[in-house]
């Protein structure tokens, strides 16, 4: 039986990296139970800031400026920093520099979508791009960059350089489903939709998310 989970993010998300952990723990407990299942995530693009530079902006630059300084920014990442740890998800603000345009990000993503490559590095291209930029402080809007992450998931490094420098038809597809999954409705990420029947906003806990999985599959037909 497949399950199509919709999984709209952005890369420079803390919510939706946590978000995608605490999924795949879901996933995996609904495997022990249910074999048969088999997950299928289609991974959507979001903005949170639209308006960010190509070229990136200055981390906490940004965030003092929205969030109104210093002190309210270090009071959030320690709050997710609390709510990460028991996922064991470990942020590294501190190395964090630029605050990325994420486009070229979700290039990448619908890349290796279109592409059909497996699931297991899809997942994997997800994994290492949130990694880049929440653990290792790296630039994930930096087209090198970009092309070793792709690279060590199975890509190209120099097919990845050559459309992410030249081609504009991917980037105007994914600005399109931005801006499709915003006028459906959607204005904050983590959203997850299970089999196109169920949607649950937010990082939702485990539990939470295991039990709309199972509700979902029960709203499905049989494969």
């Known amino acids: 039986m497949i399950l199509d989970i919709d999984l709209v993010s952005d890369f420079v998300c803390p919510w939706c990296f946590l ?21 299928r995530i289609n991974w959507l693009p979001f903005f949170l800031n639209p308006d960010t530079p190509s070229a990136g902006e200055p981390y906490r630059g940004f965030l003092e400026a929205k969030f109104g300084g210093p002190a309210k920014v270090d009071a959030l990442h320690a709050q997710l920093s609390e709510a990460a740890a028991p996922d064991g998800v470990r942020f590294a603000f501190e190395r964090i520099r630029t605050r990325p345009n994420t486009l070229k990000a979700h290039r990448l993503m619908y890349r290796a979508q279109a592409l059909g490559q497996a699931p297991e590095k899809v997942q994997a291209l997800a994994s290492a791009l949130f990694a880049a930029h929440f653990q290792e402080g790296r630039d994930i809007g930096d087209n090198e960059t970009l092309a070793e992450i792709a690279a060590a ?29 915003r006028r459906q409705g959607i204005e904050g990420v983590p959203f997850f939709i299970f089999n196109r029947k169920l949607a649950v906003p937010g990082a939702q806990s485990v539990a939470v998310l295991g039990a709309a999985l199972l509700q979902s599959l029960e709203a499905a037909p049989a494969d």
């Open 19 to 39: 978000g995608k952990v605490r999924l795949e723990k879901a996933l995996a407990a609904l495997k022990a139970d249910r074999p048969e299942v088999v997950p």
């Open 153 to 181: 998931c199975g890509d190209r490094r120099d097919a990845v350089l050559v459309q992410l420098e030249a081609g504009d038809d991917d980037a105007a597809n994914v600005r399109r489903m931005a801006e499709q999954l």
